[in-house]
């Protein structure tokens, strides 16, 4: 065998919320973070079988005492036992070496000693991370029966309907309602539809007016609604995918999978193609369908990046507005091109936004170096052949004669020296040019190198390169590995098998990659509205993707706020189910308004790491069991956004023609400040500033709420009234927000929040965003009236 065959390992490449193709930055954890948890002796579990009633006591003992003859005493016995098993089975989990344990599996009573298996944990960790369970006490999926009504409509790649994910066990009915449709294509027909699956569609007139006619022989596609990306697949399943035993990405992760809204139906719009791109007039086409076929709720992972088109020439928003203006929700992606500032997209205000976040999962590789100090990277390492020492250079110490240093310091394509870099590891460091792990995988794989590791900013997005091991590690660990490589004559290093663990790293932090507001197109919207778990989400694949490998993959780990999109729809579509006459708006308000915030200590990552602000995840982090007990809401109904329109400049022929109806701008609608939005942006506060509000009670008829600001240095806040009283009578207040800028000189944007308690239940918090003129700050003055 070949150095180069002698590691199977993965990294991953990551779709935009645009539907190119991004290789986007990777997080790779601190080694002290797990020092003693994953380098220590293995964890094995001594399995003895059924236990004797009323014998706990002399159970531990006898455990004690096994574990002694192997280990020498007692004391080392204590020290290394993790677990006594005593009251359903008899057994014990204790860290040994590996012939320890083969010795015990002798010993008399012991009926299997198995190695404890990280491994084997919920894949779609996100759901579990967010507490969506059935068994949450109050929570969303009883009170929603899981969706179960609930119509959700995916625009994007099409579907892979043989995929475990979409069985239609336990699901009643196709309801009523539906009007849509199972449109036969290639490899496509009514039978691929279920219960789950309730229509499926495709367009390509749009494509093929622009490219040419669809050509297959350079790439795999079928001309139907069946997915040949991987992409339509993979968000479908977030957001209703049923449940599925067994299932992993390539063995890492295994366990049981399953979708948000586990009972809700799929209905699915192919509008993006394999050999390139979404055609605007094909979307638009989709929202068309997708209204008169009845669907609750649109998940749409993708947009276009700044600068943004104006909102009546945005298929997406044209096609979100009409959709909104008859009840169906629009959640969206807020695009892929952070961490910098002005990014976000599909930011018109009748959208809900998803930036993308992170869980508490991480995949750690083990490096050991030749003279057995151990690091940690990230990867999706498979472990074949591995513990097996190759040796390891410098990139920038085997370049091309035509690659300049940094070049060959970021692994760029064609600057390494194959000679020099054949059957060795490889370390890369990310330059201001080449900041990807994939780029730098396949320079060392067409260099002969057996693997790469990449050394770069921290961020817990893992790149994918199939069948060649890509470990990521930070700046500090690569530069150790670097000191290791300078410091010995012969230097050598090996990897250890991709082990999962979880509640190792702070979570949720907003990704690196997720794009941040504010809003260049409208400031006065607070974009984005939420975040939502976006960062190495399993979920199922398309089988003819190619980015698949060789056995295919029915699952695949992905990162984008394309992923964290269908999170937040499969929320939408159980507040759906919960509350049927729930409008678009009032749903979008539920969300933010309740969105964790203030319990958590949200980081976003970044060039550095940075607190995160509304700039980067809105309300907050989405909070699904909230969400269904909002108290108040920030309504609004079509006509306000028609004022919006207005409010942008647009003229009179403009708006009419994306309202379908004659309209007017009148003077009054020239001000965005007043939009029932539950945030407040105010993108240049100058002087005074008053904004208003209305907001509606659906908690307990007799509720009382008082306001609380949370004021940034040198602004004053005054609430009139701070104190809103509902009864059986009053149902809707209004409410007034001053702002009063203390400050003399522009010093850039400033972050608050406004929020109504009752002092029971009830807690709501709207984000407040400022653009301040002011750099010497005064005595900040916050004044609840």
Same mark, same amino acid.
């Given at each position: 065998m070949a150095m180069g065959d002698a590691f199977s390992s993965v990294a991953i490449s990551i779709m935009t919320s645009s539907s190119s193709h991004l290789i986007l930055p990777l997080l790779l954890l601190q080694y002290l973070l797990i020092p003693d948890l994953l380098f220590a002796s293995n964890v094995y579990i001594v399995y003895m079988g059924e236990k004797n009633q009323d014998e706990t006591?002399?159970?531990?003992?006898?455990?004690? &005492?096994? !574990?002694? #003859?192997?280990?020498?005493? *007692?004391?080392?016995? $204590?020290?290394?036992i993790l677990y006594n098993y005593k009251h359903g089975f008899s057994g014990f989990a204790a860290v040994l070496t590996k012939s320890q344990a083969a010795h015990i599996a002798n010993y008399p009573g012991v009926v299997h000693v198995v190695p404890n298996r990280i491994l084997d944990l919920h894949t779609t960790r996100s759901w579990d991370f967010m507490h969506l369970e059935a068994?949450?006490?109050?929570? @969303?999926?009883?009170k929603s029966r899981s969706g179960n009504g609930s119509i959700i409509g995916v625009v994007d790649t099409g579907i892979w309907p043989e995929s475990e994910s979409f069985n239609d066990h336990d699901i009643g009915k196709i309801p009523s309602r539906w009007r849509g449709t199972c449109q036969q294509g290639e490899k496509f027909d009514a039978s691929n539809c279920n219960r789950k699956i309730i229509g499926a569609r495709w367009y390509i007139r749009?494509?093929?007016?622009?490219?040419?006619?669809?050509?297959?022989?350079?790439?795999?596609?079928?001309?139907s609604a069946r997915d040949a990306v991987g992409h339509g697949t993979h968000t479908s399943s977030t957001a209703a995918g049923a449940f599925v035993s067994?299932? +992993?990405?390539?063995g890492i992760a295994r366990g049981l999978a399953r979708g948000g809204a586990l009972k809700a139906r799929l209905a699915i719009y192919k509008v993006c193609w394999a050999s390139g791109g979404c055609s605007s007039a094909d979307i638009l086409a989709a929202f068309d369908d997708s209204i008169?076929?009845?669907?609750d709720v649109l998940s749409v992972s993708l947009g276009q990046s700044p600068p943004l088109p104006a909102y009546v020439e945005d298929v997406l928003a044209i096609g979100s507005f009409h959709a909104v203006a008859r009840g169906i929700s629009v959640v969206c992606s807020a695009g892929n091109s952070g961490p910098f500032s002005q990014t976000v997209i599909n930011t018109a205000p009748w959208i809900l936004t998803v930036a993308a976040s992170t869980i508490d999962r991480i995949f750690v590789t083990k490096i050991t170096l030749g003279n057995n100090l151990i690091q940690a990277g990230q990867a999706l390492f498979l472990g074949e052949h591995a513990d097996k020492f190759y040796g390891i250079v410098y990139a920038e110490d085997i370049a091309s004669d035509k690659a300049d240093a940094s070049d060959a310091r970021g692994c760029s394509a064609a600057s390494l020296n194959s000679t020099l870099a054949r059957g060795k590891v490889v370390i890369c460091f990310q330059t201001r040019e080449q900041r990807s792990p994939l780029v730098a995988s396949d320079t060392v794989r067409r260099a002969h190198g057996v693997a790469v590791i990449f050394s770069?900013?921290?961020? &817990? %997005?893992?790149?994918?390169?199939?069948?060649?091991?890509?470990?990521?590690? %930070?700046? &500090? #660990?690569? #530069? =150790?590995?670097?000191?290791? @490589?300078? =410091?010995?004559?012969?230097?050598?290093?090996?990897?250890?098998? $991709?082990?999962? /663990? !979880?509640? #190792?790293?702070? /979570?949720?932090?907003?990704?690196?990659?997720?794009?941040?507001?504010p809003s260049s197109l409208s400031p006065y919207v607070l974009k984005p509205d939420l975040a939502a778990p976006g960062v190495n989400i399993l979920a199922s694949w398309s089988p003819a993707s190619p980015q698949n490998s060789k056995p295919s993959l029915d699952f695949k780990i992905e990162s984008g706020t394309s992923m964290s999109c269908p999170h937040v729809t499969a929320i939408v579509a159980l507040l759906k189910a919960t509350y049927p006459d729930w409008s678009p708006a009032a749903i979008k308000s539920a969300l933010i308004t309740t969105g964790k915030l203030h319990s958590l200590c949200l980081n976003s990552e970044g060039a550095p790491n940075k607190k995160a602000n509304s700039f980067d995840y809105g309300g907050g982090h989405v909070n699904p069991n909230r969400a269904i007990h909002p108290g108040l809401l920030y309504d609004m109904v079509p006509s306000d956004y028609v004022h919006f329109l207005c409010s942008m400049g647009h003229n009179n022929t403009a708006v009419s023609s994306i309202v379908r109806q004659p309209t007017v701008c009148h003077? /009054?609608? *020239?001000?965005?400040?007043?939009?029932?939005?539950?945030?407040?942006?105010?993108?240049?506060?100058?002087?005074?500033?008053?904004v208003s509000r209305t907001v509606t009670n659906i908690g307990p008829v007799a509720s009382t709420y008082t306001a609380h600001v949370e004021a940034p240095p040198g602004v004053s806040v005054r609430v009139k009234p701070s @104190? !809103?009283?509902?009864? +059986?009578?009053?149902?809707?207040?209004?409410?007034?927000?001053?702002?009063? +800028?203390?400050?003399?000189?522009? +010093?850039?944007?400033?972050?608050?929040?406004?929020?109504?308690?009752?002092?029971?239940h009830w807690t709501l918090s709207s984000p407040v965003s400022f653009f301040q003129n002011s750099s010497i700050a005064k005595t900040t003055e916050m004044i609840v009236e």
């Open positions: 006591e002399a159970m531990v003992e006898l455990h004690h &005492e096994m !574990l002694s #003859t192997v280990l020498g005493c *007692k004391e080392a016995a $204590t020290s290394s068994n949450f006490p109050d929570g @969303i999926i009883p749009g494509y093929e007016a622009e490219y040419g006619m669809l050509n297959t022989s350079d790439v795999v596609e079928y001309r067994n299932a +992993s990405f390539m008169n076929d009845g669907v770069q900013f921290l961020t &817990e %997005d893992i790149s994918f390169a199939f069948d060649f091991p890509c470990i990521q590690v %930070d700046l &500090e #660990t690569g #530069t =150790n590995i670097l000191m290791y @490589i300078g =410091n010995t004559r012969n230097p050598v290093i090996k990897f250890s098998p $991709t082990k999962t /663990a !979880l509640g #190792t790293v702070t /979570a949720p932090e907003v990704a690196y990659f997720s794009s941040r507001g003077d /009054a609608y *020239k001000s965005q400040k007043d939009l029932n939005l539950p945030s407040i942006a105010i993108p240049e506060l100058k002087g005074k500033l008053t @104190i !809103l009283m509902f009864n +059986s009578t009053i149902s809707k207040l209004n409410f007034k927000v001053k702002f009063r +800028s203390q400050l003399k000189v522009h +010093s850039g944007y400033l972050f608050g929040s406004l929020t109504w308690e009752d002092g029971v």
